[in-house]
């Protein structure tokens, strides 16, 4: 569970002509209020794995820096893991959920085609008044989500977001498939965006995306069907080549267009697929690893709920401070990408 934290990160947008737009509306800076987390009780450690796939400990660890994952109760949904985060980040905003405007829910693992994981989550919160719908950006998704949800706010259409990303891979993966089956894990996280009246940091978004890479990762059919025909398929090194290039790229990109420097960054919160994707991009950028959050080892790779989760963690553990220039940044299935900056503000 999130601890109530008095810093408060913020947003601003680079461009405005003017607080007021053409519809009336006031333009103001999304504001990050609230963060929170789920992980299901499960854990499902390496040493198990090995009873069920040809594979072992010393691989995995080596290989991907995965020690565990926790996997989600068959009672559970990606709505239910998506309810416990959502109510921590209230919970550490101070929101009451009947106060939400929007609730976007980035997911591919929905437990249902429709209605949006987004709908379900509005009716267990009670968020009466919000707008609800998910998108479906695999492992990019909680970005795409969190950059729809600024864009609410800085056109003024909306003053309270909450953002969750939430997954229940195990459902879509082969547990016979030793090439998938261990990298992935179960989770949620959530962050409720605010609208502040002035900026203190400029903001910038980076969002990409290559068609051509449908085939490298993918997942033909919906969550749950365990019948052999609709489990996650991926080209793991190809995801791997894909996924070094766009975080340094996207990192570059990201911190040029906030006008600042590679050096301003206090912490980089990436996807958490594996940590030598995580450490090529380090070299590569060279940024240290010590500015690199990391912590697939607990709970594999949770595609949208990887960053909200990291997010979160990093400030529980207290590895973020006012006034720190953080980068967002996710790769995934599309193939997409994309990353966000932010400046964490005290109150
Ligand atoms: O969110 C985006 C989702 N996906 C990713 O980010 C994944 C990105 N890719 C990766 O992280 C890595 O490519 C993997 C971890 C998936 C694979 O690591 P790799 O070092 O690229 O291994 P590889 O696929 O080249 O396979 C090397 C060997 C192969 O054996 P041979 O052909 O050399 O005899 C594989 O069959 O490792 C074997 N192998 C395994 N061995 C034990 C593959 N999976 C396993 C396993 N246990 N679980």
Not at 115 to 134: E, K, T, W
């Amino acid at each position: 569970m999130s601890s109530r934290l008095t810093s408060r990160p913020e947003f601003a947008i680079l461009i405005r002509a003017s607080p007021v737009n053409e519809r009336g509306l006031v333009a103001r800076f999304p504001r990050i209020t609230g963060w929170g987390k789920y992980l299901p009780e499960r854990v499902l450690t390496n040493q198990e794995l090995e009873q069920k796939v040809y594979t072992s400990d010393s691989w995995i660890t080596s290989r991907t820096g995965i020690s565990g994952r926790r996997i989600a109760a068959s009672t559970e949904t990606a709505s239910t893991l998506a309810l416990e985060a959502s109510r921590a980040a209230l919970r550490t905003s101070g929101l009451d959920p009947a106060a939400l405007d929007l609730i976007i829910v980035a997911t591919c693992t929905p437990e249902y085609i429709f209605p949006a994981c987004a709908s379900v989550l509005q009716d267990l919160l009670g968020a009466r008044r919000a707008a609800a719908f998910d998108i479906n950006g695999a492992c990019t998704g909680f970005i795409h989500a969190l950059a729809t949800g600024c864009q609410f706010i800085s056109a003024g259409t909306y003053r309270n977001v909450l953002i969750a990303g939430s997954e229940i891979y195990s459902r879509i993966l082969d547990w016979q498939d030793r090439n998938t089956c261990v990298l992935f894990g179960d989770g949620a996280g959530a962050v409720v965006l605010g609208a502040a009246d002035s900026p203190s940091c400029a903001l910038s978004i980076v969002l990409g995306n290559d068609g051509s890479g449908t085939d490298i990762i993918y997942t033909p059919g919906p969550c749950g069907i365990n019948d052999g025909r609709y489990f996650l398929t991926m080209r793991g090194p190809e995801v791997f080549k894909f996924a070094v290039k766009v975080i340094c790229q996207a990192t570059r990109d990201v911190v040029a267009q906030a006008g600042l420097q590679m050096s301003d960054i206090d912490l980089i919160i990436p996807h958490q697929a594996n940590t030598r994707i995580i450490k090529t991009a380090s070299r590569t950028l060279g940024v240290p690893m010590e500015k690199f959050f990391v912590n697939v080892d607990r709970y594999g790779n949770t595609s949208a709920a990887s960053i909200p989760i990291a997010l979160c963690e990093a400030v529980e553990e207290g590895k973020i401070k006012d006034g720190d220039n953080l980068v967002l940044v996710g790769f995934g299935g599309g193939l997409s990408w994309g990353a966000v900056t932010v400046k964490w503000a005290g109150d």
